[in-house]
Each structure stands twice: as structure tokens, then as C-alpha cells.
């Protein structure tokens, strides 16, 4: 028998006994912090029907997606997300009120080849569903506080980003937005400063958008961004992660990202990211997505994060070497 039928395929991830138990043991207190709030865990089928992703044009592709055809010759992926899901789930209930889930298992996406990536990914979160602005948000971000005591890493901090303010930005750039939502995502000091000099925007909008990508910092960046924003979307947009950020009982560890790209096109309010020093992927992700159960209909709000189980485990083990 050939060698490779022994081994597994580069898209699986491997687990030894000692990685199970740190992953069952940081699970068994996330459900416990999530109980406390009163969130309820629901299992979610490991398949979707492919239109789900692609016809809400939430942002995720096909190319992304371990995909068949059933024996309805209808395409059926494996699980992307949990969100889309239970922003299904909700807009299905009769429940018309706040509801709140929790969740754990693996998405699968595929990855570039050949770049030392796994194609699975242990997951663990909670989406809030009709509670909208600063009281949803303040409850999430209190439960990730309150979680990370029991994830056993050291020096973790949260960055906090804004989907108005980015969504607004492109707006103002009319059909330069491709370009530069490219730039953004890369951090390209150089191309901001050709893409500024380039176009014919108001001297405000320049001076902001030069400053974007090297825009972190603690609260006094924020307070500062303010002052230079003469847009009142953009200052409206930048107040909401004031006044979050003032509302939370603990500011330790949370700076502001004020160039963060949103991941997925349904984000309208905070994002946030959580990092380890031992990690170069985010930890945990989430915020408000107030444009995701409208696309089921339901004319609703909702807010979620959630950990990533693979990059924690990663990180401890290297921060444990």
C-alpha cells in the first residue's frame, strides 16, 4: 500500500490528546460564560444548500466552499459560518423578541494550497439577535471579557474598528472604492499616498485617509480622529466606539483599529478583534451586522463574535514553549 493513503489530506487538521483536552477545557468555560448571560447553544447542520451564501451576497464565494450536488441536483456546501445559518434560524421562529444563541463546531473553508493552512477551523460564539445599539453591543463585548481569564493566554488585546466609518469612507471615494478597500487591507502607507495625491478629494478627507493605515492606538488616537473628521456619518460612526468603549467597566487591553476592513459585507456598527502576541491571526472576531436578518426579511438587528479555537490553541502552545 502507498505511503500517502496513510497520511491525511493537507486541508485536515491534526489533534493530539493533549490539544482535545485545553480545546474541551476552554469550550466547558465559554458555554459556562455564555449560560450566565442567558444565551441557549443549538447544533447547526454540518450542510447548507450553496445558495444560501452566495444569493445574500454576504461575501463569501464559491471558491471558498467544499461543495456536491444532492441527489436533488441542488448544490449543498459544507458550513461556511454559523451566523448566516442563525440569522436563518431566527428569522424562521416565531420569535419576534431578543434571542440569544450560542454555538460550537468547525467551519470549513478552503484555503490557498501549499501554504501550511487547514481547510477546518473550531469555533465558538454567540450571536444576539434584536438588541440593538449600544446595550447589544456593550452585552457582547462584556461577555468576551469576561472570557478570556479561562482562554490561558497572556497579553491579549482587543481592537476596535467600525463598519460605519469604513462603509462611509468608501462612499465619499465614489468609484475609487475598489481601490481602496485594497489598500486598506494590505496597510500600504506608500499606495495611500499615491492614491491621495492622484485624486481630487477635499483637503479633510485627504489628511484622513493618509492617516488610516498606521490608525492604532488607545483612546486618545480616537479623540484625535474626531477632531480631524469634518463628516458627520464618519464623526457619528466614531462617537458609537466612544461611547462603547466608555460604557465597558474594564478599558484594559482595547485599543482602536480605525483602518479595519470588515470581513463580510453584512458588518454595520463595531467590529472588533481579539490577538494574541503569539498569534498573528485574530483570536476571537465579531460585531454588529444590522444589515444580515433584513436579508431574510426580517426587519431586525444583531450583534455576535466569536473565538477561533485552531489560532488559540496555536498560540498557547507556542506561548508555552
Not at 57 to 82: P, S, W
Amino acid at each position: 500500500m502507498e505511503e500517502f493513503k496513510y497520511l491525511i489530506p493537507e486541508e485536515s487538521i491534526d489533534a493530539i490528546i493533549t490539544n482535545v483536552e485545553k480545546l474541551r477545557e476552554i469550550e466547558n468555560h465559554l458555554r459556562h460564560v455564555f449560560s450566565n448571560h442567558g444565551y441557549n447553544e443549538v447544533l447547526m447542520p454540518s450542510f447548507e444548500y450553496v445558495d444560501l451564501y452566495t444569493k445574500l451576497d454576504c461575501g463569501f464565494t464559491v471558491d471558498k466552499m467544499f461543495q456536491y450536488i444532492n441527489h436533488e441536483g441542488k448544490n449543498v456546501a459544507m458550513r461556511l459560518d454559523f451566523t448566516i445559518p442563525l440569522a436563518r434560524l431566527y428569522a424562521n421562529s416565531a420569535n419576534t423578541g431578543e434571542a440569544r444563541y450560542s454555538y460550537f463546531g468547525k467551519v470549513y473553508r478552503k484555503e490557498t494550497m501549499h501554504k501550511g493552512r487547514s481547510s477546518e477551523f473550531f469555533q465558538g460564539g454567540v450571536e444576539l439577535m434584536n438588541k440593538p445599539g449600544l446595550q447589544g453591543d456593550k452585552e457582547v463585548m462584556t461577555m468576551i471579557q469576561e472570557s478570556l481569564p479561562g482562554i490561558s493566554l497572556k497579553n491579549i488585546l482587543l481592537e476596535l474598528g467600525s463598519a460605519k466609518f469604513y462603509n462611509r469612507l468608501l462612499e465619499l471615494v465614489g468609484n475609487q472604492r475598489n481601490e481602496l478597500e485594497d489598500i486598506l487591507r494590505l496597510r500600504d502607507i506608500s499606495e495611500m499616498k499615491r492614491f491621495v495625491s492622484k485624486n481630487d478629494f477635499e483637503e479633510s478627507l485627504n489628511q484622513l485617509l493618509l492617516s488610516l493605515p498606521t490608525c492604532f492606538g488607545n483612546i486618545d488616537l480616537l479623540h484625535q480622529m474626531m477632531d480631524k473628521c469634518q463628516d458627520s456619518v464618519l464623526l457619528g460612526a466614531l462617537q458609537e466606539l466612544k461611547d462603547l468603549y466608555e460604557s465597558l467597566d474594564s478599558k484594559e487591553g482595547i485599543i482602536f483599529d480605525l483602518g479595519m476592513v470588515p470581513t463580510m459585507k453584512y458588518y454595520t456598527g463595531f467590529m472588533i478583534k481579539g490577538y494574541s502576541d503569539q498569534s498573528a491571526n485574530p483570536i476571537l472576531s465579531g460585531g454588529r451586522y444590522d444589515d444580515l436578518l433584513p436579508r431574510f426579511n426580517v426587519d431586525k438587528t444583531a450583534v455576535g463574535f466569536c473565538f477561533h479555537m485552531n489560532h488559540i490553541l496555536k498560540a498557547i502552545e507556542k506561548e508555552g514553549e
